[in-house]
């Protein structure tokens, strides 16, 4: 069962930045796409980064222009670079593959609190 392991997550005032990882304990990157996700208090968990294994990206609507996914196959890492936090970004981070092949797999997340 592949594990991942995400971190990066803390609190920033809002127009910061954070830089999340995650790494997994196998090479996922190479033939699957790559999620990052997030879920909000109260909300159910929703997708939105992901990365082909060519690199291509797409981005949800409320992300995009201000995060940017990208991966290490080397080091089977992907990575989340957020810039312009606003509080409604405030959340647990979670990356996983897309679609999820093993509900199993999901990991601790990293918590990202947006806040002045």
């Known amino acids: 069962q592949v594990q991942l392991v995400e971190s990066g997550g803390g609190e920033v005032q809002p127009g910061g930045s954070l830089r999340l990882s995650c790494v997994a304990s196998?090479?996922?990157?190479?033939?699957?796409?790559m999620g990052w996700y997030r879920q909000a208090p109260g909300r159910q968990r929703e997708l939105i980064a992901h990365i082909r294994s060519d690199g291509a990206t797409w981005y949800d609507g409320s992300v995009q222009g201000r995060y940017s996914i990208s991966k290490d196959n080397s080091r089977n890492m992907v990575f989340l670079q957020m810039n312009n936090l606003v509080p409604a970004d405030t959340a647990v981070y979670y990356c996983?593959?897309?679609?999820?092949?093993?509900?199993?797999?999901w990991g601790q997340g990293t918590q990202v609190t947006v806040s002045s």
């Open positions: 996983n593959t897309f679609p999820v092949r093993d509900q199993n797999s």
């Open positions: 196998e090479n996922l990157f190479r033939s699957l796409m």
